[in-house]
């Protein structure tokens, strides 16, 4: 299984889902993307955009004294589908 690592710390919305799309679109299956990013909108964005897309959201852990959050979004693909 190969891991890549996103730091997104500074990028605001809708960057790091940007960087995320970027970084899965030619990842083989099961690779695990760890995001870290202090954008307090990819708490949201980013679990909605794996729903869509149809990735797997690992982890997801949000810092309460801050806005960073880290996600872990396993890549999945579907027969057929880039």
Same mark, same amino acid.
């Given at each position: ?7 997104c ?14 970084a ?7 690779? !695990?993307?760890?995001?870290r990013?202090d +954008?307090?909108? *990819? ?6 955009w794996? %729903?869509?897309?149809?990735?797997e959201? !690992? ?5 309460? +004294?801050?806005? *960073? ?7 999945r %693909? ?5």
């Amino acid at each position: 299984m190969s891991e890549i690592e996103l730091d997104c710390r500074g990028m605001l919305c809708p960057m790091p889902v940007i960087k995320l799309a970027g970084a899965t679109q030619g990842a083989e299956p099961d690779t !695990v993307v760890r995001l870290r990013t202090d +954008d307090a909108a *990819a708490r949201v964005d980013v679990p909605a955009w794996c %729903r869509m897309r149809r990735h797997e959201l !690992v982890h997801q852990h949000d810092d309460p +004294d801050s806005t *960073a959050s880290t996600f872990e979004v396993r890549v999945r %693909r579907e027969p057929g589908r880039t």
